[in-house]
């Protein structure tokens, strides 16, 4: 996708051949565009859980180059184990996490430590350009959806509501969410995108809104609690979210916020889909509510908040009460029963075990 009109990803590795690895840092985002370096396993796991990454497919990618970087240093079985738990340990609830250090592990334990860095860095290469292809694929899928509401609206604009940022700064490039809207541009449909302003990190005024104006798609920042009453009034023809694990019986976890959306859709009879690789099922669960982990995060990010000042500087200044506690839950689940559908590289099937299965049959017997 595009930045300043150029080709852009939001991982990769450093053009001065030193083996560190670059990022697009999207805490600096939509105020200032910058890289940061990764030079280490430390750098890798401090972008993750600081959120310099976020989104899960691009958490994955750079959970592959952090056990680059560490095997760099030290390539023994203790050293890959030791990367490997520093490496989980920094956000529990996006299972690409998991997925994408199980795929390095399989690439490189069976090799010599001495061969093990440099099929380490072939891996993680194979796992971006794969991750690309998937969310391209998504995109496909997603695009016949909105052509059929464009078919039905005749000539009017097809308005898409999304929560939080599944765009292509959460993944490598295209997106999850975002990339049906991105096909559907191309392909000459008129899409307007509301986008809410996700607190208490503000993804989608800070992410999604910089990636679509980017991108050059209709847009409008909405309040979170806005999705409802313009729903009501037949303002929203589509919902698309992403997701950061989904169960094998297609419960959804995302974004804190999305559940509300899900019962507002399902009330108004808007189709809500969710967009999301197979990388992103959870075999292992049935349960969403019961068994997806959330993580809670730092309260500060729901009492405090940042933005560009008059002077042009960005500022962090308090919006809570000195002393007043908060809660800062970061995901919840959306049963399956409020999904309209699952939108995959593989194609739309329904948010149950049969969908996802009919997809997926290998995944029959785990």
């Not at 595009?2 to 105020?31: C, F, K, M, N, Y």
């Not at 994955?60 to 952090?66: D, I, L, R, S, V």
């Not at 104006?213 to 992403?242: C, F, P, Y």
């Amino acid at each position: 996708m595009l930045i300043d009109g150029r080709p852009t990803r939001t991982i990769w590795p450093a053009a001065d051949g030193s083996g560190d690895v670059e990022i697009l840092d999207q805490t600096l985002l939509p105020h200032a565009v910058e890289a940061a370096r990764l030079a280490s396993l430390a750098d890798a796991a401090h972008a993750i859980r600081s959120m310099q990454v976020r989104g899960a497919p691009l958490i994955g990618a750079t959970a592959a180059y952090g056990l680059c970087l560490a095997l760099r240093q030290d390539a023994s079985d203790a050293g890959l184990d030791a990367a490997t738990a520093t490496l989980l340990a920094t956000r529990p609830t996006a299972v690409n996490l998991a997925w994408a250090l199980d795929q390095m592990d399989r690439a490189v334990r069976p090799l010599p430590p001495a061969a093990r860095y440099e099929a380490a860095w072939l891996r993680a290469a194979e796992i971006c350009d794969e991750d690309v292809e998937t969310c391209r694929r998504i995109g496909e899928h997603g695009l016949a959806l909105i052509r059929k509401i464009a078919r039905r609206r005749g000539d009017g604009v097809v308005k898409i509501l999304t929560h939080c940022n599944a765009g292509w700064l959460a993944a490598v490039d295209w997106g999850t969410a975002l990339a049906p809207i991105y096909a559907a541009q191309a392909a000459g449909i008129d899409i307007h995108v509301w986008v809410d302003e996700t607190r208490p990190r503000n993804q989608g005024a800070s992410l999604t809104a910089f990636e679509l104006g980017q991108q050059g798609v209709a847009h409008a920042i909405i309040a979170d609690n806005t999705g409802g009453h313009l729903m009501q009034h037949d303002e929203v023809d589509l919902v698309i979210v992403g997701s950061d694990r989904t169960t094998r019986e297609g419960d959804v976890a995302n974004k804190i916020g999305t559940y509300l959306k899900a019962l507002a859709a399902h009330d108004n009879d808007v189709p809500f889909f969710v967009a999301l690789p197979g990388s992103t099922v959870d075999w292992s669960l049935r349960d969403g509510v019961r068994d997806i982990p959330i993580e809670e995060r730092s309260p500060e990010e729901v009492t405090r908040i940042s933005g560009r000042g008059a002077d042009g500087q960005v500022v962090s200044v308090d919006i809570a009460p000195a002393g007043s506690p908060a809660l800062n839950i970061a995901f919840d689940v959306t049963p399956a029963r409020l999904v309209s559908g699952l939108i995959t590289e593989r194609g739309v099937c329904a948010a149950s075990e049969a969908g996802l299965l009919g997809l997926y049959p290998e995944h029959g017997g785990e």
